[in-house]
């Protein structure tokens, strides 16, 4: 099983809603990354996790919460979002950050939209 | 800081054709290494191919190949062949020792025609 699994696939929100996003991988990797991709854009990193603790927060808004319950499980809550928050999010996955170049596996992401 | 540069926003391919992506890179880094991933217009980025600053011979993976030319600091990829599937937007990337973490570059929109 060489997947990553995220849901949902599509998400429409208000401002003032509370909503999560869901990852989810069975490859027994340790780390763990979430990604935001505007349009036509690279993805640029978010938060990272190795063994399940927080290891990089790329400055992001604290409206943006991720938390990682177990080794296979990657969640990210949404509270209070911007409509310039809107975008894909992708969550990816590797062994071991200790492992020097390590390819990422990526889930098909979620697609966001803030009104 | 790691840089990865894709100078080229738009490519169109004819069918069966071969084609080139280019990519360049700027680290101090001695140890990284560099990847070519696909993303179709449904969203998820698929790893293409690998090459590590260390190795010594290009690397492929069925119709990709990684043209690695270390001075000239480049990570060209070449798809052989072309199908109308391969049309999607291709990322290079860098995974330096030092920072443990993929570097993008802004990526190259590939349009095959029939």
């Known amino acids: 099983d060489t997947e990553v699994t995220q849901t949902p696939k599509h998400l429409v929100m208000g401002m003032t809603n509370k909503k999560s996003l869901k990852c989810e991988q069975h490859?027994?990797?340790?780390?763990m990354y979430w990604y935001k991709q505007k349009a036509k854009k690279p993805p640029e990193l978010m938060f990272v996790?190795?063994?399940?603790?927080?290891?990089i927060n790329e400055s992001v808004p604290s409206r943006f919460s991720p938390e990682c319950p177990n080794s296979s499980l990657l969640n990210l809550h949404l509270h209070a979002l911007q409509p310039e928050d809107s975008a894909l999010y992708l969550c990816?996955?590797?062994?071991?950050?200790?492992?020097?170049?390590?390819?990422?596996?990526f889930g098909s992401g979620t697609q966001l939209s803030v009104l | 800081a790691q840089k990865i540069t894709q100078t080229q926003p738009g490519m169109f391919v004819q069918e069966k054709e071969a084609v080139t992506l280019d990519c360049t890179y700027d680290?101090?880094?001695?140890?990284?290494?560099l990847f070519w991933y696909k993303q179709p217009s449904s969203g998820e980025m698929i790893f293409l191919i690998y090459?590590?600053?260390?190795?010594?011979q290009n690397a492929t993976e069925g119709r990709y190949s990684l043209n690695f030319q270390k001075a000239r600091k480049s990570a060209n990829l070449v798809i052989s062949a072309s199908q109308l599937g391969d049309s999607a937007m291709y990322f290079c990337?860098?995974?330096?020792?030092?920072?443990?973490?993929?570097?993008f570059g802004s990526g190259t929109q590939l349009t095959v025609l029939p």
């Open positions: 990816a996955s590797s062994q071991d950050l200790t492992v020097p170049n390590e390819k990422l596996f």
């Open positions: 490859m027994g990797h340790r780390a």
């Open positions: 996790y190795s063994y399940e603790k927080l290891s």
């Open positions: 680290t101090s880094d001695q140890s990284y290494g």
């Open positions: 090459q590590g600053s260390y190795d010594e």
């Open positions: 990337a860098m995974n330096p020792n030092s920072a443990r973490q993929l570097t």
